[in-house]
């Protein structure tokens, strides 16, 4: 079992950045695939970015376009998304998830465990 808590989502102006972190519980955090989706108001979850156990990130480039970078620390049991050049449709609450190593990261059915989300809002 892991329980995840997301944190850092906040309202920030246009062409900001904002550090999302995500903390989880348990101690095999360095054996699961941590992701990142979003969801906006009337619009389905969608993948953002991930980091799979052994260290290797896959973006959404369609999304993310070079603004955004995943990362963990182990030792801290925590998953963090840095958000650059925010825009106003980046506004969205952002989700972490954790999923076991060997499925594929950038879909909600790779992810068995998930956080309670953080609202980022992008005022413009």
């Known amino acids: 079992q892991v329980q995840l808590a997301e944190s850092g989502g906040e309202l920030v102006q246009a062409g900001g950045s904002l550090r999302l972190s995500c903390a989880a519980s348990?101690?095999?955090?360095?054996?699961?695939?941590m992701g990142w989706f979003r969801q906006a108001p009337g619009k389905e979850r969608e993948f953002v970015a991930a980091?799979?156990?052994?260290?290797?990130?896959?973006s959404n480039e369609d999304l993310v376009k070079g603004r955004f970078t995943v990362s963990r620390d182990n030792a801290k049991n925590t998953a963090y998304l840095q958000l650059n050049s925010l825009k106003p449709e980046d506004t969205a609450v952002y989700y972490c998830?954790?999923?076991?190593?060997?499925?594929?990261?950038?879909?909600?059915?790779?992810?068995?465990?998930w956080g309670q989300g953080t609202q980022v809002t992008v005022s413009s």
């Open positions: 348990g101690r095999t955090f360095s054996s699961y695939n």
């Open positions: 998830a954790a999923g076991p190593a060997g499925r594929g990261t950038t879909t909600t059915t790779g992810y068995d465990y």
């Open positions: 980091i799979t156990w052994r260290g290797s990130s896959i």
